[in-house]
């Protein structure tokens, strides 16, 4: 039997993102990582959809778990960042050992940072949540269903970093299937288990939990076939190699810590806002559930632009073909201005008709729409932040994309939705994280086109 260290890693020649066309090469990373976004927000909206039909306050709960949930799979998604990065710009250099031994030993890390996550959080969840302004009405939905997703943390976060690691290679795809099988499956189970059809039992927030864990294992099994026997970027020989994974965890951690921090910023500050709403009712949390899922879904395809470029910018940048990164990132930028500004006013227009296809409470429904008329407005600024970002991590700086995420979040964010709350209420905050978006934009956008005429002139 042939060896894997024999075969040579598939990512040539459509997998050279060295020549030719960019846009080809932009559409043909993002279009399938669009679509296997758009399944994983759709699994998120499909729980969201089937939970509200449990209640209001079932739908509560399950807004109360999305900033802890988000919080781990943002910060293991870090991983997944440095992945891509790490491992794009080896494929660069040519170095295809070194790519098998830092993949191997990466996928290990993350293994290993998932398990020690959901130990911590099954030991703290109760405070977090009662920190967070959980009524102790809501704390047994909330129980329900974190018990489960702790117990099956790993098959919900290793995948992101396995299929980071596909995509470095230039194929998309794969991980887009593999997606679309993690949602297929989720939509099946969901109202089986939730609601106990065709003979299951019914389990409520214990089955969404369940479902959830299942099509995410089945991805995590499928990811790694893929990684070992089609891409050759696993080699188990280096899983007992302890020699050279400090090496390779301090490649993936120099990226991985600011990636991960930065990510799990945003649930923080979600966690924080959602204290806040907490005090005006259940119906304002539901309502910011509702909004926080429709966001996502609104932007898959920039996402999946940001993600695929994430190769294209890391193999340039790796060959120091500096000036096919500037294009990449321009390019992609003046997409995102235009899908952010299109879809600011279909939220604006038609809010009131998607919030109402969640739910049928009036409260609800009315600050949902209160929330599209104010926010929706600033979208074309945040995402030039959140594009700056993704570039600058794929060329291996994570220190500037990470003060980028602190300037917004911390130093401006949660002192202006804390303000804004306290000054005009629910209209207030939301008018508050509206002017966050547009200042943050700015200087994001300003820095990072000073940064590109930097590099671009040393080549």
């Known amino acids: 039997m042939t060896d894997i260290a024999d075969n040579h890693i598939p990512c040539k020649p459509r997998g050279n993102l060295t020549e030719g066309p960019l846009p080809a090469h932009l559409i043909r990373l993002a ?126 976060t290793l995948p992101l970093v396995g299929n980071a690691a596909i995509r470095a290679t230039g194929d998309a795809v794969t991980p887009a299937f593999i997606m679309t099988l993690v949602a297929l ?16 039992p019914r389990l409520e927030l214990q089955g969404a939990a369940i479902a959830t864990v299942l099509a995410n294992g089945i991805a995590m099994l499928a990811g790694l076939y893929v990684i070992y026997a089609k891409k050759y970027l696993l080699n188990p020989h ?22 991960g921090l ?66 990449t990132l321009f390019l992609a930028i003046r997409f995102s201005v235009l899908w952010s500004v299109g879809t600011a006013l279909v939220l604006a227009l038609g809010g009131s008709f998607i919030a109402g296809l969640f739910s049928d409470d009036q409260s609800v429904i009315k600050a949902a729409s209160l929330f599209f008329w104010i926010v929706p407005l600033s979208y074309a600024f945040s995402n030039l932040l959140r594009g700056w970002a993704s570039a600058f991590n794929a060329m291996g700086k994570p220190q500037i994309s990470f003060v980028m995420i602190i300037f917004e979040l911390l130093v401006l964010m949660l002192p202006a939705v804390w303000i804004g709350y306290k000054l005009g209420g629910v209209t207030g ?9 547009v200042i943050s934009g700015l200087v994001a956008h300003i820095w990072g086109t000073r940064h590109c005429k930097h590099f671009t002139a040393e080549q």
């Open 429 to 437: 905050l939301f008018f508050a994280m509206a002017a966050v978006n």
């Open 31 to 156: 279009g399938p990582m669009t679509w296997g976004i758009l399944m994983i927000i759709s699994f998120q909206l499909v729980d969201t959809f089937y939970v509200a039909m449990l209640g209001t306050e079932a739908l509560a709960a399950l807004t109360f778990t999305f900033p802890l949930t988000f919080f781990i799979f943002s910060f293991i998604m870090g991983f997944g960042i440095a992945m891509s990065s790490v491992v794009s710009r080896l494929i660069g250099t040519g170095d295809e050992d070194l790519v098998r031994r830092v993949t191997t030993q990466g996928l290990f890390l993350a293994f290993s940072v998932g398990l020690a996550l959901s130990a911590i959080g099954l030991v703290l969840m109760d405070d977090i949540f009662r920190a967070m302004g959980a009524q102790e009405e809501l704390i047994p939905y909330i129980h329900d269903y974190m018990l489960i997703w702790f117990a099956g943390a790993v098959c919900v």
């Open 262 to 327: 930065t990510n799990a910023i945003q649930p923080v500050v979600n966690a924080f806002v959602i204290t806040l709403l907490a005090t005006s009712g259940p119906e304002i949390v539901a309502a910011f559930g509702i909004v926080s899922r429709v966001e996502a879904f609104a932007f898959v395809i920039l996402m999946g632009l940001a993600v695929g470029m994430g190769p294209i910018i890391g193999q340039n940048y790796g060959a120091q073909n500096y000036e096919r990164v500037r294009e």
């Open 185 to 200: 499956i989720n939509v099946v189970l969901d109202p089986l288990l939730i609601f106990g059809l065709f003979g299951f």
């Open 238 to 259: 280096y899983l007992l190699n302890l020699k050279e994974f400090g090496n390779s965890a301090k490649r993936i951690l120099f990226i991985a810590l600011p990636a």
